[in-house]
């Protein structure tokens, strides 16, 4: 009866525009629906940079290898999806991490098949975190954990060092401005741990975030999140 009421007074919208949806059960509207752009299946074996290489593996991934054992996402970060994802992450709307997380345990129940149990959001550094009131990673991975049946503990991984925004950054910029800006606890050591985040784009990040939980003794580190840039034409 509860959930009744708040579905009256609050009708389910879609996670991209906003437009009240008929009814619930569904996460956009039947427009954005069909603006959705999966990830393609040929993509890189290691990090999911959509397209074919050789032996599988992107440039990108051939030259450096990443600490992390696999990184994927379901959609591309085009359309509806990334407007979703602005929504959620700049513009106040943190309960788009419920809907979100039901998604992403959805889109990527095979990949879950063989991941970590223990997720492990990308945190915000604390003055990021004061300035926005949420840390929308951290709110995916519960989400995520509560639709799935895993963990999300918290204090796992840590931003130490405050970094700006990667957004129109170069490539070599991104990676030098994530560069030891993360520590991770001792508790991971001997631990198998997925980082979950809500974008992923070069990697630098991811690769930033996996070195810490490595050095502090993870044994296995996977990436997941909800979309996927293409970043290598």
Same mark, same amino acid.
């Given at each position: 009866?509860?959930?009744?009421?708040?579905?009256?007074?609050?009708?389910?919208?879609?996670?991209?525009?906003?437009?009240?949806?008929?009814?619930?059960?569904?996460?956009?509207?039947?427009?954005?629906?069909?603006?959705?752009?999966?990830?393609?299946?040929?993509?890189?074996?290691?990090?999911?940079?959509?397209?074919?290489?050789?032996?599988?593996?992107?440039?990108?991934?051939?030259?450096?290898?990443?600490?992390?054992?696999?990184?994927?996402?379901?959609?591309?970060?085009?359309?509806?999806?990334?407007?979703?994802?602005?929504?959620?992450?700049?513009?106040?709307?943190?309960?788009?991490?419920?809907?979100?997380?039901?998604?992403?345990?959805?889109?990527?129940?095979?990949?879950?098949?063989?991941?970590?149990?223990?997720?492990?959001?990308?945190?915000?550094?604390?003055?990021?975190?004061?300035?926005?009131?949420?840390?929308?990673?951290?709110?995916?991975?519960?989400?995520?954990?509560?639709?799935?049946?895993?963990?999300?503990?918290?204090?796992?991984?840590?931003? /130490?060092?405050?970094?700006?925004?990667?957004?129109?950054?170069?490539?070599?910029?991104?990676?030098?401005?994530?560069?030891?800006?993360?520590?991770?606890?001792?508790?991971?050591?001997?631990?198998?741990?997925?980082?979950?985040?809500?974008?992923? /784009?070069?990697?630098?990040?991811?690769?930033?975030?996996?070195?810490?939980?490595?050095?502090?003794?993870?044994?296995?580190?996977?990436?997941?999140?909800?979309?996927?840039?293409?970043?290598?034409?």
């Amino acid at each position: 009866m509860l959930k009744a009421l708040l579905d009256l007074l609050y009708p389910p919208s879609c996670i991209a525009c906003a437009k009240v949806l008929p009814g619930p059960g569904a996460f956009f509207c039947e427009t954005c629906d069909t603006a959705l752009e999966r990830l393609p299946p040929a993509c890189c074996r290691t990090c999911a940079e959509p397209g074919t290489f050789p032996g599988g593996a992107c440039p990108r991934c051939r030259a450096a290898p990443p600490p992390f054992s696999r990184a994927w996402a379901p959609f591309a970060h085009e359309g509806p999806m990334a407007r979703a994802i602005h929504r959620f992450k700049y513009e106040d709307h943190p309960e788009l991490a419920a809907p979100l997380g039901e998604l992403l345990a959805a889109e990527a129940r095979s990949f879950l098949g063989r991941a970590p149990e223990f997720l492990v959001a990308l945190p915000l550094h604390t003055r990021r975190y004061h300035a926005r009131k949420y840390d929308q990673a951290q709110l995916l991975a519960g989400a995520l954990a509560k639709a799935t049946g895993r963990e999300a503990p918290m204090g796992w991984l840590t931003r /130490t060092r405050e970094t700006q925004r990667q957004v129109g950054l170069s490539e070599a910029e991104r990676a030098s401005n994530v560069a030891e800006a993360f520590t991770a606890s001792s508790t991971v050591k001997g631990r198998e741990v997925l980082l979950v985040d809500d974008v992923f /784009t070069t990697g630098s990040t991811a690769r930033a975030a996996a070195s810490a939980l490595c050095e502090a003794g993870a044994v296995r580190v996977e990436v997941l999140t909800v979309a996927r840039a293409f970043t290598l034409t």
